[in-house]
Structure formats: structure tokens, C-alpha cells
């Protein structure tokens, strides 16, 4: 059964990754209205995975005898100056969802809950995947700038795909 303080602080983590699966479709917006399809692309798998945790939550808390209480989630920002300052929000996002996931590892330990904490351990991992994945388009645009390389970094970005797992890890 899940603790009742376990079942809030997830539902408010399951807002907080449909949000940023807002956020990054609002970045993937922005840089579609600049030419650039293939971070548009990379944004919009980026959202795809964000939406896959929020169901991967859904439905551990559902599984565990809780119920999921969808929250009103606020519209995101949708102007920024450039596609590094893009991809810098998207990065500073990523550290404070890493650190919200390590609030709710410290509350199951607190609670005793070690099925959730077991549960939680994928998304630690996890984020450190997309920290070190926003933190490496950073690190190219630091690099080229907004130059011609621009274009060959979108189109980079343009082959990344998102598959949702079919066992749901």
C-alpha cells in the first residue's frame, strides 16, 4: 500500500514531467518557427519522454493501491534569445527534475517505502542520462556558435528518436 505522503509527492511529480513535456514541445515550437526542424525533432522526443515517465508514475502509483490526481499544469515559457539559451533552459530544467527525484528517493527512505524507493532508482538513473544529453547539445553550441555548424548540428539532432519501451522500463 502507499503512504498517503507518497502518493501526494508523486502525483506532484507526475505534473512536474507532463510540464516539462510542455516545456520542451514549447522549444520545440520556437525552434521550428526558426528553420531549425531538427532540434524541433529532438524536442519533441525529448516531450515524448517526459510524457512516458509522467504514465511510468501513473501507473506505478495506481499499481501501488494509490490513486493519480492529475494537477492543472501552467503553460510554458515560449520565447528565449537563442538556441543555446534553449538548450541552457533545458538543462538547468533537468537539474531541478533531478533534484525533485531525489526529494521523493529521501522521502521513501524516510517512509520506509522501499519498494518506491526501488521504483525511484530508475528515474536517478535516468536523469542522469538526460543531464549529461542536454549538457552535450550545450557543449556543441558553445563550440559552433550560431554559425554554419548550425545547420549541421540540426540536422544531427534531427536523427534522434524516442521508441516507447514495450515493457514499460
Known amino acids: 500500500m502507499l503512504h498517503e505522503k507518497m502518493e501526494q509527492a508523486l502525483n506532484e511529480q507526475i505534473k512536474w514531467e507532463l510540464w516539462s513535456g510542455y516545456l520542451y514541445l514549447s522549444m520545440g515550437s520556437w525552434f521550428a518557427s526558426r528553420g531549425l526542424p531538427g532540434f524541433s525533432a529532438w524536442m519533441r522526443n ?24 492529475l494537477q492543472t499544469v501552467e503553460a510554458p515559457k515560449c520565447e528565449w534569445e537563442s538556441p543555446l539559451n534553449v538548450m541552457r533552459s533545458g538543462l538547468t530544467h533537468e537539474g531541478e527534475v533531478t533534484g525533485r527525484i531525489n526529494a521523493l528517493v529521501d522521502l521513501a527512505q524516510s517512509l520506509k517505502d522501499h519498494a518506491s524507493a526501488n521504483f525511484l532508482q530508475w528515474f536517478v538513473a535516468e536523469q542522469v542520462e538526460e543531464e549529461a544529453s542536454f549538457g552535450d547539445v550545450v557543449a556543441k553550441l558553445e563550440m559552433i ?7 549541421m548540428l540540426d540536422k544531427e539532432l534531427g536523427a534522434r528518436t524516442f521508441v516507447w519501451p514495450a515493457n514499460g522500463e
Open 46 to 69: 525529448q516531450a515524448a519522454e517526459e510524457l512516458f515517465h509522467a504514465m511510468k508514475m501513473f501507473d506505478f502509483v495506481i499499481e501501488r493501491g494509490g490513486r493519480a490526481v
Open 145 to 151: 556558435g550560431d554559425g554554419g555548424a548550425l545547420y
